[in-house]
T-cell receptor, first 112, second 116 residues
Framework: DAKTTQPNSMESNEEEPVHLPCNHS???????IHWYRQLPSQGPEYVIH???SNVNNRMASLAIAEDRKSSTLILHRATLRDAAVYYC?????????????FGKGTKLSVKP | NAGVMQNPRHLVRRRGQEARLRCSPM?????VYWYRQLPEEGLKFMVY????????ESGMPKERFSAEFPKEGPSILRIQQVVRGDSAAYFC??????????????FGQGTRLTVV
């Protein structure tokens, strides 16, 4: 399985932007980049995903490097509710839905 | 459209008993995934199922654990002869059928199994 590398933890101030990096140097052409987050005592929650182009949705933006070996999840204005563990995952797409293999993720703390 | 429903939310079993965890995927979803999360650890993939088929069970322990996703009804994760080390949160996720694009998975709130 392709692997991702993320910082163990990051801190942010409330209402400031947050950039969460992810390295995936062994990504293949059939891997999508997915981001999920897990709030304390809850199940993981989908955030965003993309293949090659940058993506935006109501929760976040995903910036993907041109060589696809890294990506950055951008929370435009962090709130206290965004404190969670964020997982960057490569999901194989080969004609059927692939597995989601979680790494250790980045624990984001948001200070008021 | 109800989300992924897991029940029970909390389950207590004595050592040696059987634990049955249920997962009802979102309506129209035919792919189900099970994960286990030990306290203070990450999510470990266990098994990936489609209706009536096991697609990938590479994360399932070889003994005591089994999973099914029948044509009708919820997906079931069964743990026989539970031991204290099985105490964990078990999460289920579902995805819709492949329609030519990679889609997100939706997770349930989990079942917290405690073995006493």
């Amino acid at each position: 399985d392709a692997k991702t590398t993320q910082p163990n933890s990051m801190e942010s101030n409330e209402e400031e932007p947050v950039h969460l990096p992810c390295n995936h140097s062994t990504i293949s052409g059939t891997d999508y980049i997915h981001w999920y987050r897990q709030l304390p005592s809850q199940g993981p929650e989908y955030v965003i995903h993309g293949l090659t182009s940058n993506v935006n949705n109501r929760m976040a933006s995903l910036a993907i490097a041109e060589d696809r070996k890294s990506s950055t999840l951008i929370l435009h204005r962090a709130t206290l509710r965004d404190a969670a563990v964020y997982y960057c995952i490569l999901r194989y797409y080969g004609g059927s839905q692939g597995n989601l293999i979680f790494g250790k993720g980045t624990k984001l703390s948001v200070k008021p | 459209n109800a989300g992924v429903m897991q029940n029970p939310r909390h389950l207590v079993r004595r050592r040696g008993q059987e634990a049955r965890l249920r997962c009802s995927p979102m309506k129209g979803h035919s792919h189900v995934y099970w994960y286990r999360q030990l306290p203070e650890e990450g999510l470990k993939f266990m098994v990936y199922l489609q209706k009536e088929n096991i697609i990938d069970e590479s994360g399932m322990p070889k003994e005591r654990f089994s999973a099914e996703f029948p044509k009708e009804g919820p997906s079931i994760l069964r743990i026989q002869q539970v031991v204290r080390g099985d105490s964990a949160a078990y999460f289920c996720a579902s995805s819709p059928m492949d329609r030519g694009m990679n889609t997100e998975a939706f997770f349930g709130q989990g079942t917290r199994l405690t073995v006493v």
